[in-house]
């Protein structure tokens, strides 16, 4: 019964390195979302997939790229790492039917040197 | 502009009293409000929601509140345990806008023994 999947829990980076976290849900949900955990600024919406093949930026998407690979799993990259992607980022499913809970992933915590 | 907005950072009470969360918001287009509890290297966990269309919903301890001329919702738990202790975060979204979750900046509620 795992839900929502992320790895890694943890990363250090160097500024200017690349990364992919990765999430994956086995709850069969059609959207899947990422977001970011900022102190005082709560989860803001980085890029979403609505459904399989399709993905849209969400309210902060300068800097990452993403990759539904199949209705299980979506990517995060970063191609070029900047302390300002220093936060905690959450992965989250759901069913994208009107009114459909996100189901959450327990995040990775990124820090970027 | 932060469209949804918790003003309290912290909420402190002792077991077994009432606590009331507070959330106001800024976009009319919202329809449906949902509350996440979250505990420490943890994902944010569904707690209770409501639609525009009611002013109240009840489960259990929690209750949501939905004040729509207002643009205010507020979440109360009775009686509060210490198991409560966790950050509570707002949400909104608009229905045909899927599972998008504008998300509030939290509230960390402490329940004292």
């Known amino acids: 019964n795992a839900g929502v999947t992320q790895t890694p829990k943890f990363q250090v980076l160097k500024t200017g390195q690349s990364m992919t976290l990765q999430c994956a849900q086995d709850?069969?949900?059609?959207?899947m979302y990422w977001y970011r955990q900022d102190p005082g600024m709560g989860l803001r919406l980085i890029y979403y997939?609505?459904?399989?093949?399709?993905?849209d930026k969400g309210e902060v998407p300068n800097g990452y790229n993403v990759s539904r690979l199949n209705k299980r799993e979506f990517s995060l990259r970063l191609e070029s790492a900047a302390p300002s992607q220093t936060s905690v980022y959450f992965c989250?499913?759901?069913?994208?039917?009107?009114?459909?809970?996100?189901?959450f992933g327990n995040g990775t915590r990124l820090t970027v040197t | 502009d932060q469209q949804v907005k918790q003003n309290s950072p912290s909420l402190s009470v002792q077991e077994g009293r009432i606590s009331i969360l507070n959330c106001d918001y800024t976009?009319?287009?919202?329809?449906?409000f949902l509350w996440y509890k979250k505990y420490p290297a943890e994902g944010p966990t569904f707690l209770i929601s409501?639609?525009?269309?009611?002013d109240k919903n009840e489960d259990g301890r929690f209750t949501v509140f939905l004040n729509k001329s207002a643009k205010h919702l507020s979440l109360h738990i009775v009686p509060s345990q210490p198991g409560d202790s966790a950050v509570y975060f707002c949400?909104?979204?608009?229905?045909?806008?899927?599972?998008?979750?504008?998300f509030g900046e939290g509230t960390q509620l402490t329940v004292n023994p």
């Open positions: 409501i639609s525009s269309i009611k």
């Open positions: 997939s609505a459904s399989e093949g399709t993905t």
């Open positions: 709850m069969n949900h059609n959207s």
């Open positions: 949400a909104a979204s608009v229905e045909t806008s899927g599972s998008r979750l504008t």
């Open positions: 989250a499913s759901s069913e994208y039917r009107g009114y459909s809970p996100l189901h």
């Open positions: 976009n009319s287009m919202f329809d449906y």
